[in-house]
């Protein structure tokens, strides 16, 4: 395949590199910046850097769009204006968790076999290209887009070496959301796990609770999220669950109400795993819906 990166971040630039790998050629690269562009087009071997579409080449047969997703329909609408690719036959993916395919629908209606391509990784610019490649073996990828489509798509999947999920267009919003909590929402607790760490001592940090993290998500994985819970809300402590709070509110009005929702889940969990029920599960939920 002849490839066109629209996109110069993260995303793109590993996709792009996992193809090169497999001895498919970039020919283009199209980025907001000429410099974003000619970093890319250096690292991806390729002879056109450009912040100007029209220099997409016309050699192109496969286009991956990495541009934020408010940017893909307007940038859809501006390359089906291009009259220099035939796009009858020409590939086009985005990779938006939570955009469907039909932001490309200007480029479908040229001919071209348009989808979504979302990889579920994350891309930290922090990352160096070399350590994010050798993160991306075995990665899933969430296709979006008209089931004529599905074919290539695996293909493309296969040459990431990756596996596909197909997602519904009106699921889509909904698996984006699950990438989210997957992704974002565990570094987030890990920076209130830090911050309370650092209110217990200016010697404790995250290093400690390391272990922990890392043997409760090996065990969720290995099992389920709800073999893997523990603690005082399984184990009907109300006393400790309404000290938490106390000690947390008189911190944080945020934080203890970050714990007071997440309580709530646990115990769900645990009454679903049948842990705690009749009066405990009462007592429980009352100490977590009052204010502490």
Known sequence: MSVTLV???PVGVTLAALLVRKGHRVVSVISRTRRSAHRA???????????????????TTLVIVA??????????????????????????????GAQTSELLNPLSDRGSMTFALHPVQSFPRSRRLHDQLLLMD??????????????????????????????????????????????NYPVVLLDIVEDLAKAVSPDLGLEAFRPLTESSIAHAAALSPAAA????????S???VKGHRQALAAHSREI?????????QALRMAIRRGDVRGAGAKRLRDILRKRP
């Open 7 to 9: 996109g110069a971040g």
């Open 41 to 59: 087009a250096r690292l991806l071997g390729s002879p056109v850097g450009s912040d100007d579409l029209h220099d997409l080449s016309a050699k």
């Open 67 to 96: 541009v934020p997703e408010e940017e893909i329909a307007h940038l859809a609408l501006r390359a089906s204006t291009l009259e220099h690719l035939p796009w009858r036959g020409v590939c086009v993916f985005h990779t938006s």
């Open 138 to 183: 075995g990665v899933a990828y969430a296709f979006q887009g008209p089931p004529r489509s599905r074919p290539l798509a695996r293909r493309i999947v296969r040459e990431f070496d990756g596996t596909m999920l197909v997602v519904p267009k009106q699921k889509k919003i909904l698996y984006h959301a699950a990438c989210v909590f997957a992704s």
């Open 229 to 236: 819970l523990t603690g005082p809300v399984v184990r009907s």
């Open 238 to 240: 109300g006393g400790t």
């Open 256 to 264: 203890e109400e970050i714990y007071r929702v997440l309580a709530l």
